[in-house]
């Protein structure tokens, strides 16, 4: 079993096996987050309160009749409590409140030559093409390059994209509260409109309902599909990485399909969503990324800060360091 646990200070993802208890996913939460007193919801976008303090200690997961495999945790904390600064022992030494830092983080990651001169293709002689993943810059804002590239046509509208997320969170603040946005609305609302803010499931949610299509994103570690916006009639392929996306596309070639020759002038990015080949060819081809590691583990990656030169361990380390220093420029280690 796979879930995310996103605190205040990032999201981390766990593995967990049948066997694992009330108790211990409390111990992951804590280290993890840094909060000894906190409240859990899971659900996206209709957050479920999760009373993981009301249950036994030793009550397998498994047995509590919820499907948390893939699910992500959203760890706030309880009003008036705060923040242990370290993991381990919460019962020893000084409780101190630790501060999110002030500006996004930005975070680049390392090249994999084999996919970015190279990007796998996988034959679909059903649609007489070829499914290829078209590479998104390295720049804080791919997902909105991505969406716009599936949606818009190739056209660079991050600004516009993340102006549509800003609007609809500023007209729905009762779907986008403080809990989900772990920001206060206006707040969030100017932080995304940086270029150099991540967009994750948020963002995904409100453009999907936007354009009316559905967006299915794939991950890359886990071959996990998050759909957003089920209803509509098409959709569009993104491959999430860890800390990047990219879209997939169509395009068309000669048997036997196994290379796409035309330029990406003639990509189809938006499919039949009752087509399933679509999604199978999608999988297919992320099972190839997946093989030469086109993933970064965040909970678990060597990030290295560029002003700096310390070497920290996943998004949680690195958060930390940029909250004492003030340090914003990471890049994943080799």
């Known amino acids: 079993m796979r879930l995310r646990i996103r605190g205040p200070a990032g999201q981390t993802t766990v593995s967990l096996d049948d066997n694992t208890t009330v108790g211990e996913l409390r111990t ?55 923040k242990n600064i370290t993991s381990g022992d919460t019962n020893k030494g000084p409780v101190v409140a630790q501060q999110q830092p002030q500006q996004p983080l930005s975070l680049s990651r390392k090249s994999i030559p084999e996919i970015s001169d190279d990007p796998p293709e996988v034959a679909s002689p059903d649609h007489a093409g070829t499914f290829v993943l078209r590479i998104m810059p390295d720049d804080n804002s791919c997902l909105f390059r991505a969406v716009g590239s599936a949606i818009m046509g190739g056209m660079d509208a991050m600004n516009e994209l993340r102006s549509v997320v800003a609007q609809t969170i500023q007209e729905h603040q009762d779907v986008y509260t403080e809990v989900v946005l772990e920001k206060k609305p206006d707040d969030y609302c100017r932080w995304i409109q940086n270029e ?32 957003f916006n089920e209803s509509s009639a ?57 093989g030469k590691h086109y993933y970064t583990d965040t909970a678990g990656f060597q990030i290295r800060c560029n002003t700096c030169g310390g070497v920290f361990i996943g998004e949680k380390g690195a958060t930390q360091h940029a909250t004492q220093t003030g340090h914003y420029d990471f890049g994943e280690a080799a």
């Open 28 to 82: 992951q939460i804590v280290d993890n987050t840094g909060l000894t007193s906190y409240d859990v919801k899971y659900g996206y976008p209709e957050l479920t309160p999760f009373a993981l303090g009301d249950l036994p200690s030793d009550q397998k997961l498994s047995d509590l009749g919820i499907n948390l495999n893939g699910e992500q945790l959203l760890i706030t904390s309880k009003e008036g409590s705060t």
């Open 234 to 290: 098409t959709r569009c392929i993104l491959v999430y990485s860890g800390i990047h996306y990219d879209t997939i596309a169509l395009s068309p070639s000669k048997p036997p399909f196994t290379h796409a020759s035309a330029p990406p002038e003639f990509d189809t990015k938006v499919f039949d969503a009752a087509d399933p080949v679509v999604l199978e060819r999608s999988l297919d081809l992320c099972k190839v990324l997946q």
């Open 196 to 227: 150099d803010s991540w967009g994750g499931a948020i963002e995904l949610g409100i453009l999907s309902k936007h354009f009316n299509i559905e967006i299915c994103s794939v991950d890359v570690q886990t071959l996990r599909v998050d759909r």
